[in-house]
């Protein structure tokens, strides 16, 4: 677990931890791959997190059956979002949102669930991706279950997005173009 309670930092090199913490006080800021199975809480609602470069990837454990949470207002330079995630408030991505489903995920597992009410930003690409057996559901939900509501996506870069084998269920697309699945 890492954990930043209070001051300025700047990651400069890659990083692999369980849970990442940031403080109400504390601003965090990297160009680094970051890479969290578990829980991202970013308890600053004004400068907490900011990337200029790197991915950041939120996963869970391969045997883990919750979902880990992804809270607070962030600036992702690249977000890989990988197994079962739920988004709990409004990103800024400013290049590539990325989710791919395995084969190795069981089918609870893979899935994205969007806090109502939330908006994704990204800059340049849309990226997700289910399998022909096994669909990826990207929904309005919360840490423990699917819920009735609405989440926006607004594409503000390019219209070169990847979205296959998904359903995308509540989602308000303020892109200025559409969102097409491909099957």
């Known amino acids: 677990n890492l954990t930043f309670t209070s001051g300025t930092f700047n990651l400069s090199d890659a990083l692999t931890v369980k849970n990442f913490t940031i403080g109400n006080t504390a601003e965090v ?11 991202w809480t970013n308890n600053n609602s004004t ?21 880990a949470t992804l809270s607070g207002a962030n600036t992702f330079y690249n977000l890989n979002l ?3 995630i739920a988004v709990l ?20 597992k893979g899935n994205i669930y969007f806090a ?3 908006k994704q930003t990204i800059g340049r690409k849309f990226d997700f991706k289910g399998l022909t057996t096994k669909r990826l559901l990207a929904t309005c939900g919360n840490a423990t279950a699917e819920t009735d509501g609405t ?5 503000t870069g390019s219209n070169n997005h990847e979205l296959k084998n998904i359903d995308l269920k509540g989602c308000i ?7 097409v699945v491909q099957d």
């Open 151 to 155: 989440w926006e996506i607004e594409c």
């Open 116 to 118: 109502a009410n939330t």
């Open 29 to 39: 800021s990297t160009s680094a791959n970051i890479t969290v199975t578990g829980n």
């Open 89 to 108: 408030g409004s990103n800024t991505i400013s290049q590539d949102l990325i989710m791919h489903r395995t084969a190795g995920d069981a089918e609870a």
């Open 47 to 67: 400068d907490g997190f900011t990337a200029t470069g790197g991915t950041v990837k939120l996963t869970t454990a391969s045997n883990d059956t919750t979902r």
């Open 82 to 84: 990988d197994r079962n």
């Open 173 to 179: 697309n303020s892109s200025g173009y559409p969102l």
